[in-house]
């Protein structure tokens, strides 16, 4: 009788199969989800930087592979639970690293506030609390059927009531500090001097520098007058302020446009001009032709 009337429980209640079927497809979307977000950043950009690059590739990976572990173990019970349990720790641990990168810098990259960012960190606490549920939730009397001989569908109450409790303090406390991290991300980074642009030859081709030998670009969307590209865009992309400089001998015309703020940006042949944080020595050029911030980026050509 009182097994009975558990199974019922089990199959009625808010923890019944239908619930652990929609937990399920909940956390593998959102963790898919995930992975769809951080592949459009790696694919626009995020590819060119030194480490962080690659760690977006495998966040990719193990994102998609777990949301198809999840969708694919159905009713295999203790399957179901380690994939969610794993889901759990993945978005938890992705979390973990976009606040590190924001507060600290991660691997010599210092995030900044961006919509995908703040959309991909509240995806993470949203898996971590389904997944976590998902790997706690009880199951119906006869998921025994489906778990290895000796091996408990069951988690003792006091276990699950313990884990649930420490789960959702780690969801709020998530959420919370994404919050912090948010409000204080997005700090301008300084601005590149243009004192002494000059040419090089980078990758074969003859592009303008600045002073230091990093590669300069210009924003397709720009026009000759007006920069297009403010917040997030000018931390990833610092505008060229400074005197209207140029070295020896370098053709085109060089002049300023005035900047929201007052700043002064140069311009080479009319087009404002960047650096790119992903260029970390003199002689690359990783932003060149990215469609990144809502437009293609190009190295400055120079003509001789």
């Known amino acids: 009788m009182t097994a009975a009337v558990h199974a019922g429980k089990d199959c009625a209640g808010p923890s019944g199969p239908s619930w652990r079927a929609v937990l399920r497809v ?5 963790l898919i989800a995930s992975g769809a977000i951080h592949l459009d950043l790696y694919l626009t950009g995020y590819r060119t930087i030194p480490v962080i690059g690659w760690l977006f590739l495998l966040q990719v990976i193990a994102a998609f592979g777990l949301g198809l572990a999840l969708l694919a173990t159905g009713r295999l019970v203790i399957a179901s639970r380690l994939a969610a349990a794993a889901g759990a720790l993945f978005a938890l641990a ?18 900044v506030r961006t919509t995908a960012g703040i959309i991909a960190g509240v995806i993470d606490v949203a898996a971590f609390a389904v997944l976590a ?10 998921g025994a059927a489906a778990t ?35 409000a204080g991300a997005g700090s301008p980074a300084p601005a590149a001097t243009g ?13 303008l520098t600045n002073a230091r030998g990093f590669t300069l670009y210009f924003f397709a969307p720009d026009t000759p007058a007006t920069s297009r590209c403010y917040g997030s865009c000018a931390v990833y992309w610092p505008p060229v302020t400074g005197a209207a400089a140029a070295g020896p001998g370098l053709p085109g015309r060089v002049g300023a446009i005035t900047r929201t703020g007052g700043s002064r940006q140069l311009t080479y042949n009319g087009h404002p001009l960047y650096t ?25 050509r120079v003509s001789r």
């Open 26 to 30: 909940a956390g593998a979307g959102l």
């Open 94 to 111: 992705t979390l973990g690293g976009y606040l590190l990168s924001v507060w600290t810098g991660l691997f010599g990259f210092t995030e």
């Open 133 to 142: 549920g998902l790997a706690l939730a009880p199951v119906q009397a006869d």
């Open 148 to 182: 290895p001989a000796g091996f408990p569908a069951r988690i003792f109450p006091a276990i699950t009531r313990t884990a649930a409790t420490t789960a959702a303090a780690l969801a709020v406390a998530a959420l919370a500090l994404l919050g912090v991290a948010v």
């Open 195 to 207: 004192t002494g642009l000059k040419s090089a030859t980078i990758g074969g081709a003859m592009v």
């Open 276 to 300: 790119y944080i992903g260029d970390s020595a003199p002689g690359q050029a990783r932003g060149n032709n990215l469609n990144l911030n809502g437009g293609l980026w190009h190295e400055v």
